[in-house]
């Protein structure tokens, strides 16, 4: 009893202690910032005849502190996470060069301490001819060539000759991931690398989407457990360096590559996120460029990229048959045996502003245009007028190329739309019947155009949806398209695909639909009006489908 009643006493003391320490945990206890940072830097190949090192420009570091529980080093745009605080940099920039180093030290709660030094390294390392092909001497801009076979490839990162080039494993086909939500974002990116003095930079506009390998969904919290598209913000303009490359490649097969690393400050990427800010080029031309880049958390494989200087646009779908045609080449109300008026206000659940109206006030056609302007006028009850037109029981279809040349109205809360309804939406209502969106545009942010896809399941503003910007929408003329099949739905603005969907069975959009042009005012996608707004146009120059 007597020693149970010890091991109970001192099982008590040491759960009270843990208990205190628990709480100190929670409340940080006393934030102490490191102390007595030390920086260990050693030059490779430095001697003492030659202390700026053997030209490679790799220095090591190794920095420790009291109290620290991580540490970062920022050299140049740079920041370099090392928990360790040991560092191997190999700095690339073709000389002999001094250069500005900060380190870190972490402490409990978010303390830190820090402290900079230079350090003075020699780099016989240069490229020029690749620094030249990559930026143009200026600025280029790189897009995926997706229409070659493997432009998305992966295989071993072994020593073996015969496979470790190109992707042993798997070889996206041609404009493979056009076709479906999750990945189309791929073909979206725009890497620009552009020369500054003897420094080059790197931007990467990727529609607001990345295509994320999903052995890194969880930097995005995502769980979807196959490569995905998400939302991911890269603004910013990374640094780029050249090194030699370090691959495997480098010695056993070394007539399959450059040997030129690009190295991609803060984190950035090619387009596809596989967890490295490193690509050996195995080779690059004045408008073509392979690049391979280890995996980041598993060493055993690599991945290769294939870019090209042309945008990536997707042959068409055999639709050559004009079966639809309005050039509004006939002066006054638009040609009755292909639209009628659709009137009324609210736009029908959205929470517009203007009166749908018919007659010459908000449409007519005139010099071989179609007009349909919205004009801030009180009509029954509506503090806005405007014109809506559709081909409902004239012209109905399913599947085909859709092509309207258009110059779209301006000015906050305008709202033009080129879109289509599923014929059965009498029967069946809406979202059952499906609508494809071909265009939106929202004055509120000019420029920025829209197409998406309602079905149930993805109908209001939940609707599946891509968006991409053009210039001068509002005083040129510009073609809007969508081409339409039984496998894909695909949207173009001229002739340039930026979104896509992969269609099926199992929607609405397999069966005929009806045209419609309009431009609303305000509601739930049009946002606030401008109330200094008196009226604006959109312009058809032509509609025409295909077949």
Not at 87 to 114: D, E, I, M, P
Not at 196 to 224: K, M, P, W
Not at 352 to 365: C, F, P, S
Request: proline share 4%.
């Amino acid at each position: 009893m007597k020693n149970f009643i010890n091991k109970l006493g001192i099982a008590v003391f040491l759960t009270l202690i843990m208990a205190s320490c628990q709480e100190d945990d929670h409340e940080f206890g006393n934030l102490v910032a490191p102390t007595n940072l030390q920086i260990s830097r050693t030059i490779v190949g430095s001697t003492a005849e030659d202390p700026l090192g053997d030209g490679s420009g790799i220095v090591n570091f190794i920095a420790t502190a009291n109290d620290a529980i991580s540490y970062q080093y920022v050299i140049g745009a740079s920041t370099i996470n090392s928990p360790s605080g040991i560092l191997q940099h190999r700095f690339n920039r073709n000389g002999t060069n001094t250069y500005l180093v900060t380190v870190v030290a972490n402490g409990r709660g978010g303390v830190s301490t820090s402290t900079s030094f230079e350090i003075t390294v020699r780099s016989d390392f240069s490229d020029p001819e690749t620094t030249e092909l990559l930026t143009g001497g200026n600025t280029k801009v790189w897009y995926w060539a997706a229409s070659e076979l493997g432009h998305l490839g992966v295989g071993p990162n072994n020593s073996d000759p015969l496979t470790n080039y190109y992707g042993n494993y798997y070889q996206a086909t041609p404009f493979e991931k056009a076709g479906s939500p999750t990945s189309s974002c791929l073909y979206e990116n725009i890497l620009t690398f552009k020369l500054v003095g003897d420094e080059i930079r790197y931007t990467l506009d990727n529609g607001g989407q990345t295509f994320f390998n999903t052995s890194y969904e969880s930097v995005v919290g995502g769980s979807a457990g196959t490569d995905t598209c998400y939302d991911y913000d890269v603004s910013g303009e990374k640094v780029v360096t050249l090194s030699p490359s370090e691959s495997v490649l480098v010695t056993t097969n070394p007539t399959r590559t450059t040997g030129t690393a690009i190295n991609i400050s803060d984190n950035g990427f090619m387009g596809y996120y596989i967890g490295t800010s490193t690509y050996e080029v195995l080779s690059i031309t004045e408008n073509r460029m392979v690049v391979r880049a280890v995996m980041g958390n598993d060493p055993a494989l690599a991945w290769y990229h294939t870019f090209s200087t042309s945008p990536p646009v997707q042959p068409g779908s055999g639709f050559t048959t004009l079966v639809f045609e309005d050039n509004f080449e006939v002066s006054g109300a638009p040609n009755p045996a292909n639209w009628t008026f659709e009137t009324g206000a609210g736009g029908w659940g959205n929470n517009e502003l203007q009166h749908y109206r018919d007659g010459a006030n908000n449409a007519i056609v005139e010099n071989g245009v179609l007009k349909i302007t919205a004009k801030k006028e009180n009509f029954s009850g509506s503090a806005y007028t405007s014109a809506r037109i559709k081909s409902e029981n004239k012209f109905e279809f399913t599947y085909g190329k859709v092509e309207v040349r258009a110059k779209l109205p301006e000015g906050a809360g305008t709202w033009p739309a080129i879109w289509m309804l599923g014929a059965n939406f009498p029967e069946t209502g809406w979202p059952q019947s499906g609508e494809i969106d071909i265009m939106e545009h929202r004055g509120t942010t000019p420029g920025v155009i829209h197409s998406t896809l309602h079905l149930p399941g993805n109908s209001a503003g939940d609707g599946i949806t891509g968006s991409t910007t053009i210039s001068n929408v509002s005083s040129e003329f510009h073609v809007y398209s969508v081409e339409w099949t039984a496998t894909t739905i695909r949207f173009f603005v001229d002739g340039t695909q930026f979104h896509s969907f992969a269609n099926s069975a199992s929607t609405p959009f397999n069966a005929d639909f009806f045209l419609i042009l309009n431009v609303a005012m305000g509601g739930t996608f049009g946002g606030a009006v401008d109330p200094g707004f008196v009226q604006s146009t959109m312009e058809i120059d032509y509609v025409k489908v295909y077949q």
